[in-house]
């Protein structure tokens, strides 16, 4: 293993939860979302984003704090960055922080653990960049993200906040996607520091 990477993980019951107004979906059908990406594909080049994984600890295990859509699939918080961002605290206030919160104080963004590629408009993302790949149309990076010992987290009416343990994620795409089953074997580099209240 190594040196220093360490992960702090809070309880779970050190964070108030609240609820915000709901995110418009942009997209009701697939095909929707495939012209959406075409014309923003043709308009911007590269599909960038970024999404967070953020640990807590439930029951002395680690969990994983993943959204859910519709009540049928899930995601990290995070999504699509405008041209020129680079960063995620954006994307998680939106998703996770009370609208008075600066994404700035709120959110401590460590390091890049994984990134996915897509290579057309309506194919699955795969965790590396295939040589005959020469104009991909998505890449997402997967971030480790360290919070406060304490913090409020409000979530869009339309979206559940759940905390999924990480041996619930591991080997179980068929659920979670390929993308989020995938993070126990991320963070396996990682020793994590479980921090009692």
């Keep these: 293993m190594e040196p220093g990477k360490i992960a702090d993980v809070y309880p779970l019951t050190s ?54 859509v519709r009540n049928s699939f899930f995601r990290l918080p995070g999504g699509r960055l405008r041209p020129g961002e680079t960063g995620l605290k954006r994307k998680l206030s939106s998703k996770l922080s009370p609208d008075t919160v ?19 408009y309506d194919t699955i993302m795969l965790p590396y960049c295939p040589s005959h790949a020469k104009m991909p149309k998505e890449c997402l990076k997967l971030f480790l993200v360290k919070h406060s010992a ?28 390929p993308i989020i089953s995938s993070i126990p074997e991320l963070l396996s580099r990682f020793s994590l520091n479980f921090i009692c209240n």
């Design 15 to 68: 964070y108030y939860f609240g609820s915000k107004e709901p995110k418009k979906e942009k997209d009701e059908f697939l095909s929707d979302r495939i012209l959406r990406m075409k014309s923003n594909f043709m308009r911007d080049g590269l599909r960038r984003c970024v999404e967070g994984i953020i640990l807590v600890e439930q029951f002395k295990h680690p969990h994983v704090l993943v959204l859910q």
């Design 102 to 120: 600066d994404p700035e104080k709120e959110w401590q963004v460590e390091e890049c653990v994984g990134m996915w590629w897509r290579t057309g």
């Design 150 to 177: 304490s913090q409020t987290l409000k979530v869009p009416k339309n979206m559940k906040l759940l905390a999924v343990p990480l041996f619930q994620l591991h080997d179980n795409a068929k659920t979670y996607g």
